[in-house]
T-cell receptor, first 116, second 109 residues
Framework: DTAVSQTPKYLVTQMGNDKSIKCEQN?????MYWYKQDSKKFLKIMFS???????INETVPNRFSPKSPDKAHLNLHINSLELGDSAVYFC???????????????FGEGSWLTVV | GQNIDQPTEMTATEGAIVQINCTYQ??????LFWYQQHAGEAPTFLSY??LDGLEEKGRFSSFLSRSKGYSYLLLKELQMKDSASYLC??????????WGAGTKLIIKP
């Protein structure tokens, strides 16, 4: 069974469209994340949720809206897509909400978003 | 400020040893992580160092010097499957990981 699964894996869409990426984890973790990996391969945290509560919002544009219906799910909705949104978006989860020993972050396989 | 530097790309030969360096600057220090990311796949955890010294885990070892803001990942007996990017990361002031851009390791037969 996949620990952190996200869909879709590939998404090509036009500028101005609205799209969603879904994520689910079956690890029983309390914390979930959305990361963005750009063309230069930097991983940057976008959002972090702990038990459905938003705890980290790293100055991401308002067009990005995460939603966590329960602690096993964290979806990402993006409005009015722009060319610069093209990237790989990784969902992830961990037991605790702070990077520390034993708090390994488990990543989903990524969603490749291309805005044309 | 908070910053992580790693070489962009390295090449090594199958069966050899390679050392991937990482230097970091953080306002505090709460450990250093190494992750492996194969092309087109998710990053996966390799190691965590919080004390100075070498931590060995099979063919992979990770070293930390807190006074120098320096770590390295040592890969021995390289195999073709070790071709991947290796990401160094440290917790930032908000306790979330700050990631380096990764070192792409190319293994040649």
């Amino acid at each position: 069974d996949t620990a952190v699964s996200q869909t879709p894996k590939y998404l090509v869409t036009q500028m101005g469209n609205d799209k969603s990426i879904k994520c689910e984890q079956n690890l029983g973790h309390d914390t979930m994340y959305w990361y963005k990996q750009d063309s230069k391969k930097f991983l940057k945290i976008m959002f972090s949720y702990n038990n459905k509560e938003l705890i980290i919002n790293e100055t991401v544009p308002n067009r990005f809206s995460p939603k966590s219906p329960d602690k096993a799910h964290l979806n990402l909705h993006i409005n009015s897509l722009e060319l610069g949104d093209s990237a790989v978006y990784f969902c992830a989860s961990s037991q605790a909400d702070r990077a520390s020993y034993g708090n390994t972050i488990y990543f989903g396989e990524g969603s490749w978003l291309t805005v044309v | 400020g908070q910053n992580i530097d790693q070489p962009t790309e390295m090449t090594a030969t199958e069966g050899a040893i390679v050392q991937i360096n990482c230097t970091y600057q953080t306002s505090g220090f709460n450990g250093l992580f190494w992750y492996q990311q194969h092309a087109g796949e998710a990053p996966t955890f390799l190691s965590y160092n919080v004390l100075d010294g070498l931590e060995e885990k099979g063919r992979f070892s990770s070293f930390l010097s807190r006074s120098k803001g320096y770590s390295y990942l040592l890969l021995k007996e390289l195999q073709m499957k070790d071709s991947a990017s290796y990401l160094c990361a440290v917790p930032g002031s908000n306790y979330q990981l700050i990631w380096g851009a990764g070192t792409k390791l190319i293994i040649k037969p």
